[in-house]
């Protein structure tokens, strides 16, 4: 049996994640670190706020094109693109959450996930 080596760690493409968060002007960009916790289903969550759902899906397309061109790295999976009130991009190691921001209120990741070591990213605007 082979081992496949990763050419792109966690968090190098959660660094991108956060770039692509914030060439399309996301709010509220929020690093939850969960590898120290055991049974995590993944080593971090990058969450996000969007002023509108136009906006929320903007941002879904920015952090999809920032992390194909820097990382040559695509989600595994993609949910919520119908409706825009909370897209998931799943790339197994980090999950990237961005939600118009009434809904992130009332779903409260961070509040839910609060054993994570929690950063908040600087708006740069």
């Known amino acids: ?11 190098q493409l959660c660094d ?20 120290e916790i055991s ?4 080593d971090f969550f ?3 706020s969007g002023d509108s759902t136009t906006h929320v899906d903007g941002i879904s397309n920015s952090v999809t094109r920032y992390t194909r061109k820097e990382l040559k790295e695509k989600p595994w999976h ?11 991009l799943d790339y197994i190691d980090v999950v990237a959450h961005i939600f118009y921001k009434d809904a992130r209120q009332f779903y409260d990741l961070e509040d839910l996930w609060a054993d994570a070591k929690r950063t908040d990213v600087q708006n740069i605007n």
Do not use: P
């Open 1 to 11: 049996m082979r081992k496949v080596v990763k050419d792109v760690n966690s968090r």
């Open 16 to 35: 991108a994640i956060v770039e692509g968060m914030q060439e399309n002007k996301a709010r509220d960009i929020t690093v939850l670190d969960l590898r």
């Open 39 to 42: 049974n995590a289903v993944c």
């Open 46 to 48: 990058v969450i996000c």
């Open 78 to 88: 993609t949910e919520g693109k119908t409706n825009s009130e909370w897209v998931l």
